[in-house]
């Protein structure tokens, strides 16, 4: 599975950006995805994940309530729609796919190249 996530840029606090993980090659359908995050000198995060029927979602707390994951599986997509972004919402946000819905990076055995959210306060 080969990932491509989109979507990142320069935002006001306050503000909004949806998130695009497209998907190629092997059957999406079959994976849970995950949306992590790493700021610099931080380690990577858990943020959201969609199991692969998109009936389960898992969100870190930092995030619940603002962010939303979904995901069309015709159109082999995961988004991640990011509602009142602040300041510690700044960073490389990536999108991964695997087996099991998981918060669990390592578990992850596919992964995008990752796109920058920067919220200014």
């Known amino acids: 599975v080969q990932l491509q996530a989109s979507g990142g840029g320069l935002v006001q606090a306050g503000g909004s950006l949806k998130l695009s993980c497209a998907a190629s090659?092997?059957?999406?359908?079959?994976?849970?995805v995950g949306w992590f995050r790493q700021a610099p000198g931080k380690e990577r995060e858990f943020v959201a994940g969609?199991?692969?029927?998109?009936?389960?979602?898992y969100y870190a707390d930092s995030v619940k309530d603002r962010f939303t994951i979904s995901r069309n599986n015709a159109k082999n997509t995961v988004y991640l729609q990011m509602n009142s972004l602040n300041a510690e919402d700044t960073a490389v946000y990536y999108c991964?796919?695997?087996?099991?819905?998981?918060?669990?990076?390592?578990?992850?055995?596919?992964w995008g190249q990752g796109t920058q959210v920067t919220v200014s306060s």
């Open positions: 991964a796919a695997g087996l099991v819905l998981t918060r669990t990076p390592s578990a992850y055995d596919y």
């Open positions: 090659g092997r059957t999406f359908s079959n994976y849970a």
């Open positions: 969609i199991d692969w029927t998109g009936s389960s979602r």
